[in-house]
């Protein structure tokens, strides 16, 4: 399939997609700052550099755009249509560094919290800076929201239904496997 656009115009609009103070990740951060936590932004020392660094709570926030980070079974999970010798390693090497980056820091004993672009379109701030706050205060080591795994004979919408701002870390047992 061919693009729609020219290529100058492509590169313009990819141009514009922002890696830090992306939409999502400001709505988090003045909700959370609103109900009191206090962080650091982009702290180049760590591994990832996380959107958010909580030290008080010994935890980081990653507010992944669904699209770059591959979230599965979400709908803005997209994959472009031409060029795919490009998008597919580029894609899996994203996700392939995003599994490193999280082993790196569980081996460093931090808490690990993943928003998803997806919840701060479909969920209200307050409900997902609620949740944030409810797991900071606590003391699970992982939490992402939402959790969006396939499960057979359900679509997308179903799954995000009975599984929307799941405590993942808080349900289910540490262990080796690094997957975001």
């Not at 020219?6 to 959370?32: A, C, F, W, Y």
């Not at 702290?43 to 008080?56: A, F, H, N, S, Y």
């Not at 569980?106 to 672009?117: G, H, K, M, S």
Request: aromatic residues 8%.
């Amino acid at each position: 399939m061919p693009d729609v656009v020219d290529k100058q115009t492509r590169s313009r609009m990819m141009s514009g997609i922002r890696g830090k103070n992306t939409r999502p990740e400001l709505l988090v951060r003045h909700e959370l700052h609103r109900r009191g936590f206090r962080y650091r932004l982009h702290v180049r020392g760590m591994p990832g550099v996380p959107d958010l660094v909580l030290p008080k709570y010994h935890a980081v926030v990653f507010v992944h755009g669904c699209y770059w980070h591959r979230h599965p079974g979400c709908r803005y999970t997209t994959t472009p249509g031409t060029n795919l010798e490009f998008w597919i390693p580029k894609f899996h090497r994203t996700v392939e560094h995003d599994r490193e980056v999280i082993a790196k820091l569980r081996d460093q004993n931090w808490r690990i919290a993943t928003v998803w672009e997806c919840v701060t379109r479909r969920e209200p701030i307050e409900e997902i800076g609620e949740t944030l706050g409810s797991w900071l205060r606590a003391d699970g080591r992982m939490l992402e929201l939402p959790d969006l795994a396939p499960s057979a004979g359900l679509n997308d919408l179903d799954v995000y239904r009975q599984t929307s701002m799941r405590k993942v870390a808080e349900s289910q047992p540490d262990h080796d496997d690094p997957t975001p």
